[in-house]
C-alpha cells in the first residue's frame, strides 16, 4: 500500500499531522507494507528566494491579521505541536520560498531518504533559532544530517532546473487530486484525507484503503511468454 | 502513475519482458509521471544458495527435457531477446538461488537504484560468461556498478536477515494478486499484465490505466486543520 503526502515545509499543519499521521503508522498492523512519499506543495509560489521575512510580518501584511492574533495563532500551533512531541519556536520564525527545499526532498527520494529530510527540514524551520531561507550552506548541511551527499545537493542547489520540474508536477498532480490546502494524504490513489486529523482518523484510512484492495484486471494474458513454477513457456518462432 | 514489476533474475522472459515494457513507456506521453517498482518473485525458492548448476542440466533434471529440447528452448529463448537487442548466452549459463539478489535489490530500492541495479542483474545473468550464483564479491561489484555503497551491499550479503522480510513479502503480495509466473506487470494496482507481451500490449495497458485515473474519495474533510493559500486554519482550543 502507498501513501503520498503533499505537505509544505513552510506549513505547521503538515509538521503537526505528519505526526499524527506516524503515530496511527505505527500502531497498524500491515505498516510493514505501507511505502511512504512526500509531494511538493508550496503554500506561497510566487515568493521569491531572496524574499524572506518573519512570520509574524508576513501573517499582518499578507492576511491583515492584528500582529496579537498572529501571535496567538503560533501559540496555538506551539500548543498542538507540544501535544504531539514536537518543538515549536513561536516567535521570530522566518517565512521564505520553500522550492529549493522541494529540490532537495526529490533529490532525496532518489537517494532512498526522503523521509529523513523532511523531518530534518520541519525541525530546523519550526524548532531551531537558524533561518532556512535563501541559505544555500544551511540547506547542504541539513541534508547531509539526512544522510544525502554534500556534494549532490550543492549541485542540486546550484541548478535552478534541477528537480524543478517533479515540483512543479508534483504540484500540477495536486491540483487535479483537488487538494487545495495541505497536509494532504493519498493512499492507493483511492481514498484521501484532508488536513492533520487525528491520529484516529489516519487509523481508520489505513484500514479502509487495506479493506480495499480489489482484484487486478487482467488486460491479456493468453499466451503469455512467462516464467513459473514448471518452467518458461517455449517462444513460437515468429 | 505506479507500475510494479514482479520478476526473477532467473527468468528469460523478464529480461525480454523488461525491454518490450521500457519500449512501450519511453513512447509513452505520460512517461515521465510513471514510477516503477521492481518486486520478487523466485522460481525457485526452495534451492539452496550453494545448489549451483547449468542451467541445460537444471531443466533436462528438473522438468525431464531431453538436453536437446533444452538447447533448442535457449536458442529460442536467445533468439526472442536478439530482437529486443538484448544480448543472451545460449550455452553454459548458470542456474542457482537468486534470494540474496533480491534482498540487494530492496537496499537499492531504497537508495533510488533499483532500476540500474536489475538490469546489471540481467545483463551479467543472461550475457556475461561470470557466474552470479553463491558469489558475494561478484554480486558486490555488480551493485557498484549499479551505483550502491559496496559496504552496504555488503552488510546485506552477511547478514541473512536484512531484507528477507521484504522479500518475502513481495512474493505473498504476487500470490495474492494472482500471479502464477513472471514477469508480472501491476499498473496503479488496477491493471495486471502477465507475460512479456509485445510493446503494443504495455503501451495499450499504459494508455487504460492512465484514462482511469478515478477521484479520490475523501475519508473526512471537515474541520480540516490545514494550510492553505488563505492562511493556516486556526486551531479550536481543546
Redesign the interface.
Given at each position: 500500500m502507498?501513501v503520498e503526502i503533499w505537505s509544505?515545509i513552510?506549513?505547521?499543519?503538515?509538521y503537526?499531522?505528519k505526526a499524527r499521521f506516524e503515530k496511527a503508522l505505527d500502531a497498524f498492523a500491515h505498516r510493514?507494507?505501507v511505502e511512504v512519499v512526500h509531494r511538493s506543495f508550496e503554500?506561497d509560489p510566487g515568493r521569491a528566494r531572496d524574499d524572506v521575512q518573519p512570520v509574524l510580518a508576513m501573517?499582518t501584511k499578507?492576511?491583515g491579521m492584528s500582529e496579537a492574533q498572529a501571535q496567538a495563532?503560533e501559540e496555538?500551533?506551539g500548543?498542538?505541536a507540544a501535544a504531539e512531541g514536537l518543538e515549536y519556536r513561536t516567535r521570530d520564525r522566518d517565512h521564505g520560498s520553500t522550492f529549493d527545499m522541494h529540490r532537495l526532498l526529490h533529490l532525496a527520494?532518489?537517494?532512498?531518504r526522503q523521509d529523513e529530510l523532511i523531518g530534518v527540514f520541519y525541525r530546523a524551520n519550526f524548532a531551531e533559532e537558524r533561518s532556512v531561507f535563501d541559505d544555500d550552506e544551511r540547506l547542504v548541511e541539513l541534508s547531509v544530517a539526512a544522510g544525502l551527499d554534500a556534494g549532490e545537493a550543492r549541485a542540486v542547489l546550484a541548478d535552478p532546473a534541477a528537480y524543478a520540474?517533479e515540483v512543479r508536477?508534483d504540484e500540477r498532480?495536486a491540483a487535479e487530486?483537488?487538494a487545495?490546502?495541505?497536509?494532504?494524504f493519498?493512499l492507493?490513489?483511492?481514498?484521501?484525507?484532508?488536513?492533520?486529523?487525528p491520529a484516529e482518523?489516519f487509523a481508520?484510512?489505513l484500514e479502509?484503503a487495506w479493506a480495499a484492495?480489489?482484484?487486478?484486471?487482467?488486460?491479456?494474458?493468453d499466451?503469455?511468454?512467462?516464467?513459473?513454477?514448471?518452467?518458461?513457456?517455449?517462444?513460437q518462432?515468429h
Open positions: 502507498r509544505d513552510a506549513c505547521p499543519w503538515c503537526v499531522g510493514d507494507d503554500l501573517l499578507k492576511y495563532g496555538n500551533l500548543t498542538q527520494k532518489d537517494r532512498g520540474d508536477a498532480e487530486l483537488g487545495n490546502g495541505v497536509p494532504f493519498v492507493d490513489r483511492k481514498y484521501g484525507v484532508s488536513g492533520a486529523q482518523v481508520q484510512a479502509q484492495h480489489s482484484p487486478l484486471k487482467l488486460i491479456q494474458q499466451d503469455a511468454e512467462e516464467c513459473g513454477p514448471d518452467g518458461c513457456a517455449v517462444p518462432q
